[in-house]
């Protein structure tokens, strides 16, 4: 059983600075890539940043929002600076991980549970 736990959300005034973090736990062989999307009220969920053989990141959180990983904790970190009311959003975390079961391994997809970033203006 794969888990990917959140943490660090809450609220945060405009300009502030809020660090995100997701820890990865389970029979995991190998992490293919781990990011971050967030949805807000009303909108379809959305790519802020992912890190995998490449590093993306969307033009709103881009130089705003560095994502880094430590893969000895297969944790995957996102730090979000100069915040923006709409930045408001719930944010997940994503991972692509390669998942050992007994003498097999095979590759699937996972979201994180989500958690609140509230920016006041």
């Known amino acids: 059983q794969v888990q990917l736990v959140e943490s660090g959300g809450g609220l945060v005034q405009a300009g502030g600075s809020l660090r995100l973090s997701c820890a990865a736990s389970?029979?995991?062989?190998?992490?293919?890539?781990m990011g971050w999307y967030r949805q807000a009220p009303g909108k379809q969920r959305e790519l802020v940043a992912t890190?995998?053989?490449?590093?993306n990141y969307a033009d709103s959180v881009q130089g705003r929002f560095p994502i880094s990983r430590d893969n000895a904790k297969k944790t995957v970190y996102l730090q979000m600076n100069s915040l923006k009311p709409e930045d408001t959003a719930v944010y997940y975390c994503?991972?692509?991980?390669?998942?050992?079961?007994?003498?097999?391994?095979?590759?699937?997809?996972?979201w994180g549970q989500g958690t609140q970033v509230t920016v006041s203006s």
């Open positions: 389970g029979s995991i062989f190998s992490i293919n890539a």
């Open positions: 994503n991972a692509d991980l390669t998942i050992r079961k007994m003498s097999t391994t095979y590759r699937s997809n996972y």
């Open positions: 890190s995998g053989s490449s590093t």
